[in-house]
């Protein structure tokens, strides 16, 4: 505010008093919603000499009002004492509370007080004012003598900050008034003015967080018996205050245009290392790297939520900080600025939950009689108690992701399980999916960057599918983070440190890769320290009526019809097939033949084609009597030839190959490219 400004919008309100054609919005030094509520506020015919004390409502409809807002009073009374004796509010101040349509709920100060029972502000009772300004823009607002339209008003200066309820309303205001120095352009009062805006900015954000926490416990408590709810509702002030100023575990911190401290809650000290006494001579850029992008934003009143790393002595740890400037009602200029830090630990934690998989499985439901699994489940589980590395081996379909799922709850429950297939993902794609990547780092790239798949792991489970199809490129890299447990975000400049356990898993012979040089030999035995080893179904037989009879009632109970008879010979079919798409493939068998057995037994002819027409050998024997030599045991082989039986059964037609074979439309293709099969 200079004196040029001061008085142009003094010579400004005089001519607008007297009934002039002035037009205040055509004004230089008049901001334009002061403006529009000065005209505004004569077209409601509002009187500016009238006494801005003048009651407008009865005292029992005010006594209503107040015990309408008997909650909202309690819970700003506390924190309006707290901020009591910060070295802003010295002499002469006045905190008001009032409700949306302006009636005054509560006041607190030194000033001298004035009569506020039944006493209303708003732009139809005294025009132009702070209360009016800040709800109708939903933000800060802050007007200083003559910008007010009751001539009364001109000897303070008053600051608002609205009070926003959890749909994004604003249903209160908070308005802290001064009287107006003599010379309101001087640089120090200037300084003044800011700190002002910022601490009842503050003191809003307080309330706000305290609604929320109150909303909170309130369901909470809804689920307690009634001496519960008596209990939870005489929470001390103590603790309501220390839940308030800790704004939960956020810290927050308010600094003005050249980055100067100038409020911070006990959390943001606590990030800082800071002591109270330092607030106001510590300046937020110390704690910033050189590229720091912060203060350019603040500069250019840019509201935005960016990755920052904060340096405290010798430490350095990520924060995601969200920028919220405050800007200056008259010109428009960046006064403070609140940014809001949270460990970036903490937010990836968060989308962990929310992205990583469901993990619903534990070594309880691992359906099976044989003695060989029943084996390979107790070793699992012995190997989930251990730190290491776990390398899944078996066939598709034969259960894996359960087994990884079994693990992960039988030690880390509690943390993220992040599954990623590496089959699945496209080659250009995989780097920055695993490993995540910096704001800017390529095209598309999301300007704040993003955490990969191996961060998200954090504190949980990482299980890497079909671990032989990944890049060799990439494969050093993750064995470098499997072996410093740190990870480089593509296109980042520092380690972050990443604490999981690595469970990966294939169907290929990874030996056989390394020695053909198609997978790393130190990544291969890293991953293999301790292996499981899931035996195919038809290595099982026993447990194939077993499983068969549990898919059938497990879908029939989902979709709440009555369970179906097996015949004797259907169930013989079935506990004769090889199965080569093992678990899975048995699983889609039965939800087919659950649907098209009729008069509820399933037959025979009710099991899908591929069964009844033995497209895939049978037995052992069979398999040797057509081929000649002992290549054709080979897994990779016996699973090529069946999909050629597939794709020629189903005339080359892949929904129904697919089918077939009990397999996903995405793992046909692959295999059809993976075996060069012509189609």
């Known amino acids: 505010m200079t004196k040029e400004r001061w008085e142009g919008i003094l010579e400004c309100k005089k001519r607008f008093l007297q009934n002039t054609d002035e037009d205040p919005l055509a004004n230089p030094y008049m901001s334009k919603e002061v403006a529009a509520s000065w005209i505004r506020s004569r077209k409601m015919g509002i009187n500016p000499f009238i006494k801005a004390t003048e009651p407008h409502l009865t005292l029992e409809e005010h006594r209503k009002i107040l015990e309408h807002n008997r909650e909202l009073i309690n819970i700003v009374r506390p924190i309006i004492n707290t901020f009591k004796d910060m070295a802003v509010l010295t002499s002469g101040y006045v905190l008001y509370l009032c409700e949306k349509n302006g009636a005054f709920l509560l006041q607190e100060g030194e000033m001298m007080r004035i009569p506020t029972d039944g006493l209303i502000w708003n732009e139809n009772t005294v025009g132009t004012n702070v209360h009016s300004l800040s709800m109708r823009l939903k933000r800060p607002v802050q007007l200083m003598g003559p910008e007010h339209y009751l001539v009364a008003l001109e000897n303070i200066i008053a600051s608002a900050a609205p009070i926003m309820d959890e749909k994004g309303e604003a249903i209160a205001t908070l308005i802290l008034s001064q009287p107006l120095v003599e010379k309101p352009w001087e640089k120090g009062f200037e300084n003044w003015r800011t700190h002002t805006l910022a601490l009842i900015t503050s003191i809003a954000a307080a309330v706000e967080a305290q609604m929320k926490l109150n909303k909170s416990n309130l369901k909470l408590q809804e689920s307690y018996d009634d001496l519960r709810k008596v209990n939870d509702n005489l929470m001390t002030a103590h603790n309501t205050l220390e839940a ?21 809650n006990q959390e943001g000290l606590r990030i800082l290392n800071m002591k109270p006494d330092e607030i106001g001579t510590r300046n937020i850029q110390e704690f910033l790297g050189k590229h720091s992008k912060v203060m350019s934003l603040v500069h250019k009143g840019k509201q935005m939520d960016i990755e920052e790393t904060i ?16 800007l200056n009602q008259s010109s428009k200029d960046v006064d403070v600025a609140v940014l809001r830090l949270n460990h970036t630990e903490k937010i990836n934690a968060m989308v962990a939950k929310r992205s990583g998989s469901i993990v619903k499985y534990r070594f309880e439901d691992i359906i099976g009689q044989d003695p060989g699994l029943k084996k390979v489940v107790d070793l699992a589980r012995r190997f989930a108690h251990s730190p290491e590395n776990i390398l899944l081996i078996g066939e598709s379909g034969s259960g894996k992701e359960l087994f990884a799922q079994a693990i992960h709850n039988e030690n880390r429950p509690h943390g993220p399980f992040i599954a990623v297939n590496c089959a699945a993902l496209p080659r250009e794609l995989i780097e920055s999916e695993l490993f995540g990547y910096e704001g800017g780092s390529f095209t598309g790239a999301d300007r704040s960057g993003r955490p990969g798949k191996i961060e998200l792991a954090h504190g949980g489970t990482l299980f890497l599918d079909e671990i032989g199809d990944m890049p060799l490129e990439l494969q050093a890299i993750l064995l470098r983070t499997i072996e410093d447990k740190q990870v480089m975000r593509v296109g980042g400049r520092r380690y972050i440190k990443v604490d999981f356990r690595l469970i990966a898993a294939t169907n290929k012979n990874l030996y056989k890769m390394v020695k053909e040089n198609q997978f790393r030999e130190d990544l291969y035995f890293r991953l293999s320290v301790l292996t499981v080893n899931i035996p195919p179904l038809r290595a099982r037989k026993g447990d194939i009526e077993i499983l068969s009879k549990y898919f059938i009632e497990k879908y029939c109970r989902k979709q709440g019809w009555k369970v179906p008879v097996i015949s004797p010979a259907a169930q013989a079919k079935i506990n004769e097939y090889e199965w080569p798409g093992n678990v899975r493939q048995l699983q889609n068998a039965m939800i087919y033949a659950v649907i098209t057995a009729q008069n509820g037994i399933i037959t025979a002819e009710d099991l899908p084609a591929y069964i009844n027409a033995d497209i895939i050998p049978t037995k052992v024997e069979d398999m040797m009597d057509n081929y000649n030599d002992d290549s054709a045991l080979r897994l990779d082989n016996i699973e090529k030839n069946a999909i050629k039986a597939a794709m020629l059964k189903a005339e080359n037609h892949i929904p129904a190959a697919a089918e077939i074979l009990g397999i996903s439309k995405s793992t046909l293709y692959r295999k059809l490219k993976e075996y060069e099969i012509q189609y």
């Open 311 to 326: 340096f405290v002595k010798n430490d350095e740890q990520p924060y995601m900080i969200n920028i919220r400037p405050i």
């Open 244 to 264: 308030t100023l800790a704004f939960i575990d956020e810290g927050i911190i308010t600094v003005d245009y050249e980055g100067k401290i100038v409020h911070t």
